[in-house]
């Protein structure tokens, strides 16, 4: 460890120790603790629980490292991210509520009456835990291995095991409490350095998500980097594929979705919802201004580094910016604590879903329907030391740029999740065999590109891995309908409860 590292260890330290205590203080006393079920924390506070649920390592650090990398190509990112938030809040967030089960699954598995749907929906929402958390290690690790000096193995495996301690100890309800307190600290260890970074820099630091623009046409003029150009990296269906993907991803992850069970009606469920936008759009806004001061530094000191090395960093070149441009060593600190604890507490929401899937829609719903709170809580806690030793495993060895395997994950939900959830809320003749046929249709489209791109290579145009969905989805929702159509339909009790009590009242 060096003397650089010593107060930004400091600090993050001191940030995690913050957010333990008050975890124990709101320790977890029951299973649903462990799923989604905990208690009401206000309309803002649920939308500062929205906004750093969401804010994970792939926002505090991959999207600054994409757009370092591909400049305008990756605000597909920024755009696909902040449009989920508004195509949930328009056509699920309140519907989602009324109905008001425990898990994804749990709504699966109850609206299309079939426990085969359920299944499928708990082991996708696994997977897609398994998937976001593997991106969410790789930015713990860089982390640790900076603050230690260390390799990146050994940091993956350091901040896993604090993790992980963390989710055994407090359960959702201390996630939750902590969620209010983690966001206070992103938005203030986000946007303080930037400020810092505009002012030595000398552009307008006071809103410094106006003042880059000045940076990027600086870049142009004395470097000739036009970071602006629009498709430099990628073309046009490349974006637009992205753009869709990541928006219905958005709409259909399983720990997204589950934010709704905690409030008390709909009107909260929505209001929540346009207040995590809100705080979600203040950290976005500023994520291309690290990347453009990033390329800036780094031309005007004559070390711009060759692609491979730039891709090797760009995950945590967020940091390396605060650390280019020179800010004192406790402002980096307070820059490295926001970014731990976005990763650490994604972490702690995907894998407390994982969990809930197996302890509750697996065994609970499926296996034993007697089981006690107790069987219950012990089974999610090891499914938890479960979860996250693969996803160690993967991690130590991870398949890409945080944002990259992170849009695996939406790719996934956009062509599973989502499609089961809009037409399960607005089509009642949507039935088991319909949902189960699209559910299975939409995990292979996901995974055809590392399946079947060797041996076709259409396959890996037309269905990206990180951008299936502007193509997968629609393919779903219509093997959804043709299937449905070809069998019985739902049970008339199902379809009721739809019109009476999920489209037919307001509250």
Not at 66 to 79: N, S
Not at 222 to 229: L, M, S, V
Not at 343 to 359: M, Y
Not at 409 to 423: R, V
Request: hydrophobic share 55%; with cysteine; net charge positive.
């Amino acid at each position: 460890m060096t003397d650089a590292n010593l107060v930004p260890l400091l600090i993050v330290t001191a940030a995690l120790a913050t957010f333990i205590i008050t975890g124990l203080r709101a320790r977890a006393r029951e299973a649903g603790d462990y799923g989604f079920g905990g208690r009401y924390i206000g309309r803002i506070g649920g939308g500062a629980a929205i906004a750093s649920n969401w804010m994970s390592a792939a926002s505090f650090l991959g999207m600054g490292g994409l757009l370092y990398l591909q400049g305008y190509y990756a605000l597909a990112y920024v755009i696909g991210w902040t449009g989920g938030y508004v195509l949930l809040l328009v056509l699920m967030a309140g519907q989602i509520r009324r109905f008001g089960k425990y898990t994804a699954p749990d709504f699966v598995g109850d609206r299309y009456a079939s426990p085969g749907a359920r299944l499928i929906s708990a082991a996708i929402s696994i997977t897609i835990s398994v998937i976001y958390c593997t991106a969410q290690f790789k930015g713990i690790g860089m982390l640790f291995g900076w603050l230690f000096a260390t390799d990146y193995r050994t940091g993956v495996i350091l901040g896993a095991t604090v993790a992980v301690g963390y989710v055994i100890l407090s359960g959702m309800l201390g996630v939750a409490r902590n969620q209010q307190l983690q966001y206070t600290l992103l938005i203030v260890s986000f946007i303080l350095p930037l400020m810092a970074l505009a002012h030595k820099l000398g552009y307008f630091w006071v809103l410094p998500q106006f003042g880059y623009g000045v940076a990027i046409q600086d870049l142009k003029r004395e470097f000739g980097i036009n970071f602006a150009a629009p498709f430099a990296s990628a073309g046009l269906f490349q974006w637009v594929a992205l753009c869709f993907t990541l928006m219905v991803g958005t709409a259909g992850l399983p720990h997204v979705l589950s934010r709704f069970y905690v409030v008390p009606n709909i009107r909260d469920a929505r209001w929540s919802l346009v207040w995590g936008l809100f705080f979600i759009a203040l950290i976005y806004w500023s994520a291309p201004a690290y990347a453009v001061f990033a390329r800036l530094l780094e031309a005007r000191s004559g070390m711009a580094p060759p692609p491979v090395a730039a891709g090797k960093m760009a995950d945590i070149i967020v940091i390396k910016t605060a650390v280019m441009g020179g800010l004192p060593s406790w402002m980096i600190g307070i820059l490295a604590a926001g970014a731990m604890s976005a990763a650490f507490f994604t972490v702690a929401g995907l894998l407390i879903t994982g969990a809930a899937s197996l302890s509750h829609d697996i065994y609970y719903r499926l296996i034993n329907p007697r089981a006690s709170e107790g069987s219950k809580m012990a089974l999610a806690k090891g499914a938890v030391v479960v979860l996250a030793a693969i996803v160690l495993a993967i991690a130590l060895n991870p398949p890409g740029l945080i944002a990259e395997i992170t849009a695996v994950a939406f790719a996934l939900a956009g062509n599973t999740i989502f499609p089961a959830f809009l037409l399960g809320i607005w089509w009642s003749r949507a039935n088991r065999h319909g949902v189960i046929a699209g559910m299975l249709t939409g995990v292979l489209i996901t995974f055809s590109t590392p399946l079947f791109g060797g041996l076709v290579p259409a396959v890996a145009k037309v269905f990206p891995l990180t951008s299936s969905a502007l193509i997968g989805a629609p393919l779903v929702i219509g093997v959804m309908i043709v299937v449905s159509l070809l069998t019985p339909p739902p049970p008339e009790a199902v379809r009721r409860f739809l019109a009476e009590q999920v489209h037919g009242h307001m509250d």
